[in-house]
């Protein structure tokens, strides 16, 4: 599967964004879908993910009661409804995805599937 994070942008402190994530190929046969985040010098973190089976959802610790992930259709199989930005939720958004079962589905090393970012600035 080909993924392709989109849907960032510069918004006010305590604005709302929705991310989208498209997709190509296989999605049927998932595992689960993730949203990371990165900013420069940092290692990639973790924001949401979602077990495709169950649909049980997962959120890191700083965007609990915030952000939201949900699934889609196969053109865009996940999206990141974001509210109450805050300037420290600035970064690349990452969408992902993997076919094994095997690992955390909040480990960034367990996805095989990664697309390009969409950047996501929340101004003060």
């Known amino acids: 599967v080909q993924l392709q994070a989109s849907g960032g942008g510069l918004v006010q402190a305590g604005g709302s964004l929705r991310l989208a994530c498209g997709a190509s190929?296989?999605?049927?046969?998932?595992?689960?879908m993730g949203w990371f985040r990165q900013t420069p010098g940092k290692e990639r973190e973790f924001v949401a993910g979602?077990?495709?089976?169950?649909?049980?959802?997962f959120y890191g610790d700083s965007v609990k009661g915030r952000f939201l992930i949900s699934r889609g259709d196969a053109s865009n199989p996940v999206y990141l409804s974001m509210n109450s930005l805050k300037p420290e939720d600035t970064a690349v958004y990452f969408c992902?995805?993997?076919?094994?079962?095997?690992?955390?589905?909040?480990?960034?090393?367990?996805?095989?599937?990664w697309g390009q970012g969409t950047l996501v600035t929340v101004s003060s």
């Open positions: 992902a995805a993997r076919y094994s079962g095997r690992g955390s589905l909040l480990s960034a090393q367990t996805y095989t599937h």
């Open positions: 190929g296989n999605v049927f046969n998932l595992y689960g």
């Open positions: 979602i077990h495709w089976t169950t649909s049980t959802t």
